[in-house]
């Protein structure tokens, strides 16, 4: 069974920092894009970050650039995003990703066959 789980959310002060891991099970995602989505109460689930099989390159939301950082480690079929400075617009439920596509596909009606089932982000004022 093919399993993308987060860890690492929780409830932080404005300004706190989070690691967001997302580990793989049940086949390998090296060759896979990673990605990581974030779905606030009353929002749509929108694009966050998203890093290609070999790591070189990387795409991020306007809102989350200079903060987010996106890496993966494929020896241990895990994805992290690294989240400084956090704000209260950051809260959200953070899902992870993985695409055949390019890293690209993140950006355009992405659908995605592969998700975790997403971890709590509470960033408060």
């Known amino acids: 069974q093919v399993q993308l789980v987060e860890s690492g959310g929780g409830l932080v002060q404005a300004g706190a920092s989070l690691r967001l891991s997302c580990a793989a099970s049940g086949r390998t995602f090296v060759d896979y894009a990673r990605g990581w989505f974030r779905q606030a109460p009353g929002k749509e689930r929108e694009f966050v970050a998203g890093?290609?099989?070999?790591?070189?390159?990387?795409y991020y939301a306007d809102s989350v650039k200079g903060r987010f950082t996106i890496s993966r480690d494929n020896a241990k079929n895990t994805v992290y995003l690294q989240m400084n400075s956090l704000k209260p617009e950051d809260t959200a439920v953070y899902y992870c990703?993985?695409?055949?596509?390019?890293?690209?596909?993140?950006?355009?009606?992405?659908?995605?066959?592969?998700w975790g089932q997403g971890t709590q982000v509470t960033v408060s004022s």
């Open positions: 890093i290609s099989w070999s790591g070189s390159t990387t």
């Open positions: 990703t993985a695409t055949e596509g390019v890293t690209r596909t993140f950006l355009a009606d992405y659908k995605g066959n592969y």
